[in-house]
């Protein structure tokens, strides 16, 4: 259990940082691209997409049997569109148009300015709590899926590490935005991306021995539901908004061959005991 706890915390903590290379995109750049956030959440959906149905809802079918496969599985979703309510939806906020705001120099003006800094600040801080109560469930979809095998474990980091990038770009932009400050923005994106390990250490506690192998299989089609539902509640309509529907599908369907391909490549190179 010791080295499978350390695995699967070492492969969420590169889905954690994944938050930080956002945020690096924001303050790098003084124009972030929506467009290429768009294109990047619509890869990252292809990605989730994949391993939750080929992957992870397809091995729960073939352990459980049909019908226990796909009650997990639909439990899985269920249960995370209950949480959803309650969790606000991350969002990435445009930045306004500096030059029309600095030919209009008056007093009136400052305070609108002000006021606008204040509302994207308080998205932004709204944006960071909901994607950390997201990355929350990620990283114990990393330890499950260490506890199954190297390859799970190391296909649900490579989704949820791309998948984090542009959540991290959604944290950083209006934060960079409002404070003009590339550390506060920074800082704020890596945060956000550190629930993901703690979800790992809640969930090692809470089973501290091995799972059953039919409850390991029922949980890993659970969290298939949930990134399922994660990725089209979610992901996609930002890829849809920032990049356009056939750009967006384009990308979605690369991110599924991405990970097909990245799956039989495992497969191939990892020995039969860690698969």
């Known amino acids: ?40 959440q619509g890869f990252a959906a292809g990605l989730m997409l994949s391993i939750s149905f080929f992957d ?40 306004p148009d500096n030059k029309n705001t600095k030919n209009v120099g008056d007093h009136r003006n400052r305070d609108i300015m002000k006021r606008q800094r204040r509302q994207v ?3 932004g801080i709204i944006t960071a709590i909901g994607i950390s109560l997201h990355n929350f469930p990620e990283g114990m979809a990393v330890f499950l899926g260490s506890m199954k095998g190297l390859r799970v474990g190391l296909n649900l980091a490579l ?30 994106a890596s945060l956000s991306g550190f629930a993901e390990p703690l979800g790992v250490i809640i969930i090692a506690c809470l089973f501290p021995r091995s799972l059953n192998p039919e409850i390991l299989e029922g949980l890993l089609g659970a969290v298939g539901g949930v990134m399922a539902f994660l990725t089209l509640h979610e992901m996609l ?24 391909a990245s799956l039989y490549i495992l497969r191939m190179s990892l020995p039969e005991n860690m698969d």
């Open 1 to 40: 259990m010791d080295s499978q706890f350390m695995v699967a915390l070492a492969l969420s903590c590169v889905g954690g940082f994944s938050t930080s290379i956002g945020g690096l995109f924001v303050i790098i750049n003084k124009t972030p691209s929506l467009k290429m956030l768009g294109l990047l």
């Open 56 to 95: 992870l809802a397809h091995n729960a079918i073939n352990s459980l049997g049909y019908l226990k496969g796909n009650l997990w599985f639909f439990a899985g979703v269920i249960s995370f569109a209950v949480v959803s309510n309650f969790i606000p939806e991350p969002t990435a906020v445009p930045v």
């Open 121 to 123: 600040l308080f998205s």
């Open 159 to 188: 989704a949820i590490a791309l998948h984090n990038i542009p959540e991290g770009i959604a944290v950083a932009l209006p934060v960079y935005f409002a404070t003009e400050s590339k550390k506060q923005a920074l800082k704020l």
């Open 237 to 260: 309509p930002l890829a849809f908004d920032y990049a356009g529907q056939k750009q967006s599908v384009k990308a979605v369907f690369c991110g599924m061959a991405f990970m097909s």
